[in-house]
């Protein structure tokens, strides 16, 4: 019997290639099965410190006119719990993401606010926007927000200041992060520097080159 399934395959060479192709898929689509793996949902306790934000939240700053400025969460999504597997050979691997966003706009183009990122294994990667001050790269950490590669477009130099314990703007913060861009890239009357307080997000941001800082109410 197997001299005769020989002979056929040797006599028919089309069908003996369709018939490799077929066992070679199967057992491809057999090991692609057997290698899925469960991803766990998005969690990461100091992205949730640093951005505590919530669906349909308010943030209102102000400025020294008087002057407000409103920003609305309107999306706060984290990954759930998925499965994962491998296909054509490649082994299966796990990744989570974050997403905020406000339901403001600028010209119907941008988010007035957004931040979002992966964790992909163990490294980190988010980027905040708020109107035209942008970071990439940004990681919480145990020492505050730091950067992991190139900062932002514009290739300009952020400077990072974390502080413990310390007031500002009559209210004490355990853990406060300062973020400062060069100004010799900020174009006129754009954001210049950023200030994150810990369980509150961001609390004030300062324009340049009028010097105009916005606290959050």
Known sequence: MKKRVTRYFQHHPVISSIAAAFIFGFL???FSY???INCPAFADTKFDEWFPYKTDQRIIFSNGLLEKD????ATVFKSPASTSSGGYGSSPYCSASANINSKETLNGQQYKFSLYGDVFESAKNFQLSLYD???YNLQPSDSGLVVNGPNN???STLKFE???STNFNNKFYSKLEIITADTSQVK???IYKVWLGIKEG????EEYPSLTRWNKQ
């Open 34 to 36: 057997c290698s899925k």
């Open 162 to 164: 974390y502080l413990l």
């Open 202 to 205: 961001i609390i004030a941001y």
């Open 28 to 30: 491809q689509l057999s």
């Open 153 to 155: 477009p514009n290739n």
């Open 133 to 135: 001050f942008r970071i």
């Open 188 to 190: 006129s009357n754009r």
């Open 70 to 73: 409103t920003i609305t969460i």
